[in-house]
């Protein structure tokens, strides 16, 4: 061993800043998906009334915002509504180690949404994915009026986004699909749009009606309800997630094990969702 | 509302015992009062109503006009989110063993190791355009161009063209995420600049955990030139298959990657062989010396009381360079007229073991190999001397931005009779690293 001295210089230096990182937290941070915000905002709410110690926050930005602020360490939790992207995960394993824990809490179908002076009633997968690539341009190819489809979606920071994209459309979205900024605003989009589409969380459809998806031409076409989410029969069904960088321990478990108890999965079927098993 | 016009109206009480009413005239007064009141209140209620639609147009045509502009800002602000941009700062002192400091030297410095600004615009899903330059003091160097585009109907494709990383685990492994201060010896051997010039195709599964990289290249990337000698492109190949095991909190990723490339003697004939002897006749200028090597890899990652990551790979094969080097061929070995040129088995690996701490604290051991010539040793080997690096490294995340970084490298060299003992190059080293 050379330059003995010098050495000794990074261990005593390590000590001291581990002692500053161990602080015992009662404050939980919560971010991410809008389509999750008003859920998690009932959790937090009932859970905080039963745990006043127990402070949660929480932000939504979309699933996308809320696994870089995972990654980033500015919050503990990130609520997501697509499973996280190897190249999230690749970013966690490069500052953490660790792929993260996906820990699914509730179940949702996305919904296809339209307006309800809309004469078409029911849409195949392969129809969705063509209206949202500009294949099919126009409502009278698939039954309707002789009337320009105008299509609404979610920003690319949506989990609801990346999950329509990888399961419906499968393949780019077309330029012409317009961007907005949560679930609530593509409903109400759709709802001022006798020719508009739109896709979202079941929660959120208030106003507008929902089409009915079918797998393929020869499958019966399925409407979104409870029953159908909940069996899986409907064909867009998904399961919202928390992810975590480490297994949660202390106030984080506590309230993690509170949301998967029976308590917080009512909760689940108030806000619209389903319990996640 | 209408301001009524005052109208007399007659006192039928006090009229009653004096004369005669005359109904047929209080009748005509009556309609026309009432005509009158409505005439007078339909009136004002028009002119309410049109100085109330001037107000609403006018509202509307300055709600339209901020609709407008609204509309160009977004616009405008969606091409500017298009464009991302990111870098960061490494500022470090070291203190050096003596042997590495030469008379009159110091034996510390300060001095920026990296100051990188990276800019990506994605005009459309599945299209990117990095460039990446680095600013050191005193030097301005390009360290990525290049452009990524999805490829049509082949999911999780990609298709990069410019200068980039190569394909390989520590190659690809940022400097600003790095837990050591800087790659393994062999990595930067083999890999000098860690870029190169050519095309990738890149598949990265999302229901298979596959991932798979072929590169065609120049071959002669060093970091200050990258022009090809000859014809014939270098193609290096990388598979990594990844296992996770999520109930053990256990993630496992192993793969495997090559190197197919050589170097063409573009005049000199003198080429000192794999035993080291100098062989003038083997070989005639337009040959192609190997450079053609294997690697396998492993990380594992687990969540035990926080991250733990061990990380591993071995390379082998032969290279071909310079004899003044005993690293990398060098894009002139091509060139060289009086050096012979040299071919070279080589072997190495480096192994990290990496353990976090709370969320802010990271522990880092790592030992690396590196013998530039497996077939030579003692005095035979010269100058081509193996080195066993064993380093230890203390990260601390202030924040998401800064990260202070204390790192000690302790290698230990080959001896002979020109190298007799190890030599004093222990260097310690202190970096804060700020990115954005």
Redesign the interface.
Known sequence: ???TK??F???A??II??A???VEQSKITVKGSDTMVILAQKWAELYMKQNPATSVQITGGGSGVGITALI???TDIANSSRPM???EIEKL???????G??IPCAKDGITIFLNEANKVQELTLKQLSDIYQGKIKNWKEIGGNDAEIRMYGRE?SSGTYTYFH?EVV????A?SVQSLPGTAAVVNAVKKDVNGIGYGGAAYAVGIKHARVKKDANSPAVLPTAETIRKGEYPITRYLYMYM???PTGETKKYIDWILSQEGQMVVTDVGYFPYK | MCNLPVILIPDFCTMKNQVKPDYTEMKRLLGLTIFTIFSVCGYSQNQAVDSLKEVFDRLEGKINALDERVLVNEADLGKLNKIKVSGYVQAQWENYGKDLVKTNDPANNFYIRRARVKFMYEPLDGIKFVIQPDFSTGSLSLKDAYAVVNIPKLKNFTLWAGQFNRPDYEVEYSSNQREVLERSRIIRAIYPGEREIGVKLEYIGSKIPLKFQLMAMNGNFTGTQAKDYDSKKDLMGRLVYSIKLPDAGLGIDLGANGYFGGNRIKYNTFVSNLEGKLDSTSFTAGDYLDKNWAGGEIQIFADILGGMAFKGEYVAGVNSASSSTNQDSKAKLADMRRDPIKLRNFSGYYIYLIKNIGPKNQFVAKYDYYDPNTKLSGDAAKNELFYKTFTLAWQYYLNDNIRLSFNYELPKNETNSTNTKDLKDNTLGVRIQAKF
Do not use: E, H, W
């Open positions: 061993m050379k330059n010098s050495i210089i990074v261990p230096v390590a800043l581990i500053s990182s161990f980033n360490g500015t992207k190897q190249t394993k490069a500052r953490y180690n660790t792929l824990v996906q690319n990888d499968k393949a780019d979205y330029t960088r480490t297994r």
